[in-house]
């Protein structure tokens, strides 16, 4: 914040102080904040008045205020940052709203691009933010959020199509130069070729990198960028001198050279990670994207004359009256008020089968109804659904998240300033040491260093081993989308697993059927009666029995809510339902099949009975299967050490009789999303690195709060496009491969991060020339600039190592 020379009196709007006692409480707490001069409450204003000499206090005074159980009026926004290109803009960004008067609490994520901000809004606002991140060379988009999602796919695109032109320019004007100053620089007017092909390429196609590096230079910092413009920029002015003037080394008795293809290869390595970057950047918003899809945009309302019309959703307020018809999408929450239908409500619960509802029952926006109309009355609309609950808790998750500080960056962040003040060192001492040619030799050497630098190893060894290591999880169905998670997956040691579609297989089909009397006729009048039927179930039923041909005729077909259906064939009444069926029409029920019903019921499996009038004529059980694959996938993982548990929107017998067949020994059922999440942070206080595995919509807060996020690939797109893994195949032995692959990708990177450094750690003294005193050896800046490619040989090479491991 900013910080006044004078005293500033400052209001804290209040919340929750309504007495005289309350007051004194809070000015207790805010006696104990060093930094205010004086404080007061005025109950009749609700704000405290404090009076500092440095605004950074406020924050202090805000969190003293809330953690005494009292609120104050602030507001919590987020907002998408452009124009930032590593983890230091971030941290430059955040630290310049930090220190604006009125902030609270500021952090950027370099990761999701977004600037998460609290402020007093009586001291602030968005323009104030706005400006203030503008004065570093930054922006924020402070739209609307309806708005704001297009504008960001629109920016994120045409950087995208201007990265990629930009790159595609860049190799094909580097390949040349390359090739001239390798192979052919002996040719006529190779220097002058070389210079109009480099050109373009340093002074346009790079010119960002000088561009940011200035922007970082004005703040006394450094990144990549600084390294990339010091480095091809002064290897292109030396060109450019030793071309124009090459009498000035001769008349000395040095050899002139030109580092042109230096100059130009770095910066097309550089723009093609950027572009594979930039890629990745573009998909991170389209999990949010396909959970707004989820609620319609427009709706039915029943109007007070009875009348229907076709309502924006915008504006439909608490209390209208919407019909939903067969197929549609739930816009709001509420409670229905006349009809009843099954709803699917797995992007709630994830559990495949839909619930039936009657009158007085809750709805929820994103459900989707299936084959009955009603009407219901809306409770919730806007922003307090659970859908817009959902959406918020995924934002809030993937905003959440510790920066992802790219070690690359990290480094830079050190190494750049090191490398410089070598240089400078370099120049200074050959001066003062070298004699007559201490001058130009300085110069030389100096250049030396700078380009035996070059960041083009250390800018490839992360994305190098984490491209193979992506590919190599292609291969065997496993789906990454970014470094952190895959460097995260080796540390590991607690997984959640969801039940329904990643332990089992997502869906009821019938597992075992008993009859009384095994025949055609009566597996024919199960069949039509069950084709018949609206109930979720019959669907499987009907699967089942798909090879037995229907011939039956049926008439007086009647669905029986909540309980079954009936109909009659031949002058007799069949039945197909619950037990409560059976009672009510004094059914009797054989002991054979009443043993083998009670012995499913134990195993937590749906029994369905078929009746004529007068007794059982079979049983059938239906049940969510346990995928072939599962038991040993959960074994291996255990035995790797990790800890697994089980969270289920499903009742507690299914949930136990789960766990007892896969060998899980903690599970969690009747489990809604927000438990899910609260789960995962429950588990990383406890200082676990937690994996989440899921496959529905209901998983996906939790999948955006954990560690590693697992999504089972015939799942829902929301789940995948949160998830930072997918599982194609939504075969659990692939995580066990995942983690493995894990290992052997970060000990890749920490390889290639040895070979990068070491031809630095052994080439920046040489280059400096600290053997010149001992032998007279100068190192060539030809050599250093063949050292530094020979070091991002070394670098690929090692990644393409990890291709060939099991």
């Not at 405290?48 to 953690?67: L, P, Q, S, Y």
């Not at 007070?304 to 915008?314: L, V």
């Amino acid at each position: 914040m900013a910080i006044s020379s004078n005293k500033e009196i400052i209001y804290l709007p209040l919340e929750g102080v309504e007495s005289e006692h309350c007051a004194l409480i809070v000015e207790k707490g805010l006696a104990q904040v060093k930094g205010i001069d004086s404080h007061k409450v005025e109950l009749n204003n609700h704000r405290a008045v404090i009076t500092v000499n440095n605004e950074e206090v406020i924050a202090e005074a805000v969190n003293t205020i809330k953690d005494l159980g009292y609120g104050v009026t602030t507001v919590k926004k987020t907002f998408p940052v452009l124009g930032m290109t590593c983890a230091s803009c971030a941290g430059s960004a955040e630290s310049i709203v930090k220190y604006e008067s009125g902030v609270v609490n500021a952090s950027v994520n370099f990761a999701t691009g977004n600037l998460s901000v609290e402020y007093l809004p009586n001291m602030t606002n968005t323009t104030k933010l706005q400006k203030a991140v503008q004065g570093v060379g930054y922006d924020l988009l402070i739209e609307d959020e309806t708005s704001q999602q297009e504008t960001l796919e629109a920016i994120h695109a045409q950087k995208f199509k201007q990265l990629k032109r930009k790159t595609i320019w860049a190799v094909l004007l580097s390949l040349p130069v390359v090739l001239i100053g390798m192979i052919f620089m002996d040719m006529p007017y190779a220097n002058l070729i070389m210079w109009v092909f480099s050109t373009p390429v340093v002074l346009w196609l790079g010119k960002d990198f000088f561009i940011n590096a200035w922007k970082q230079a004005k703040h006394r910092s450094a990144n990549m960028d600084t390294l990339v413009a010091l480095s091809t920029g002064i290897a292109y002015v030396f060109s450019v001198f030793n071309m124009i003037f090459p009498q000035f080394w001769e008349t000395r008795g040095l050899e002139v050279h030109v580092y042109f293809e230096a100059a130009a290869v770095i910066i097309a390595f550089i723009l093609l990670g950027k572009l594979l970057e930039e890629k990745a950047k573009g998909n991170t918003s389209s999990a949010i994207k396909k959970l707004m899809g989820l609620q319609p945009k427009t709706v039915i309302v029943i109007q007070a004359d009875g009348t229907e019309k076709q309502t924006p959703i915008e504006e439909v307020n608490t209390g209208a009256v919407i019909l939903v018809k067969p197929g549609e999408k739930i816009a709001v929450d509420g409670i229905l008020i006349s009809g009843s239908s099954y709803v699917d409500e797995s992007m709630l619960s994830g559990e495949p089968l839909p619930v039936l509802k009657n009158e007085n029952e809750k709805v929820f926006a994103g459900t989707i109804n299936q084959k009955g109309s009603f009407q219901f009355k809306a409770v919730k609309v806007g922003k307090d659904t659970m859908l817009a609950q959902i959406i918020k808790m995924v934002q809030d998750a993937q905003g959440s998240k510790a920066p992802v500080q790219k070690l690359v960056d990290k480094i830079a962040g050190i190494f750049v300033p090191v490398v410089m003040g070598i240089a400078v060192l370099t120049f200074i001492l050959w001066i003062i040491l070298g004699g007559d040619n201490g001058a130009v030799q300085g110069l030389l050497a100096a250049i030396t260093v700078l380009v035996i630098a070059c960041p083009c190893a250390l800018g490839l060894a992360t994305p190098t081993a984490i491209m193979v290591g992506v590919g190599k999880g292609a291969e065997n169905g496993i789906l990454i989308k970014d470094a952190e998670s895959l460097e995260l997956a080796k540390k590991v040691n607690a997984i959640i697993l969801d039940k329904t579609g990643t332990i089992t297989e997502g869906k009821p089909v019938v597992t075992e059927v008993k009859w009384l009397n095994n025949n055609d006729v009566t597996k024919d009048i199960l069949l039509s009666i069950e084709k018949q039927s609206e109930h979720p179930l019959a669907d499987a039923v009907v699967k089942h029995l798909n090879d037995v041909p229907t011939t039956a005729s049926l008439s007086n077909f009647k669905s029986i809510t909540g309980k079954g259906a009936k109909a009659d064939h031949n002058n007799e009444t069949y039945f197909v339902g619950n037990r409560k069926l059976l009672a009510e029409n004094n059914i009797t029920i054989a002991d054979e099949l009443l043993k083998q019903a009670n012995e499913w019921g134990k195993k937590s499996k749906t029994v369905i009975w078929f009746a004529n009038s007068k007794q059982t004529l079979s049983v059938l059980a239906i049940s969510d299967k346990i995928k072939e694959t599962s038991v040993e996938a959960i074994r291996e993982l255990q035995n790797m050490g990790i800890d697994l548990y089980m969270l289920t929107g499903d009742n507690e017998g299914t949930a136990k009789a789960i766990a007892q067949q896969t060998g899980i020994k903690q599970y969690k059922a009747e489990v809604l999303p927000q438990h899910k999440a609260d789960f995962v942070k429950e588990l990383q206080q406890q200082g676990k690195i937690v994996a989440m595995v899921g496959d529905g919509i209901n998983d996906s807060t939790a999948l955006a709060i954990a560690d590693v996020s697992i999504a089972m690939g015939k799942g829902s797109d929301i789940a995948m496009d949160v998830a930072k893994m997918t599982i194609i195949s939504s075969d659990l032995s692939k995580i066990p491969q995942a983690i493995r692959l894990s290992k052997q990708t970060v000990a890749t990177i920490k390889e290639n991060l040895f070979w990068a450094f070491i031809y630095n750690l052994v080439g920046i003294p040489i280059a400096a020339g600290i053997l010149y005193p001992i032998n007279g050896f100068l190192l060539n800046p030809m050599i250093a600039g063949a050292a530094m490619a020979l070091s991002s040989v070394s670098v690929v090479a090692n990644s393409l190592r990890l291709k060939w491991k099991q």
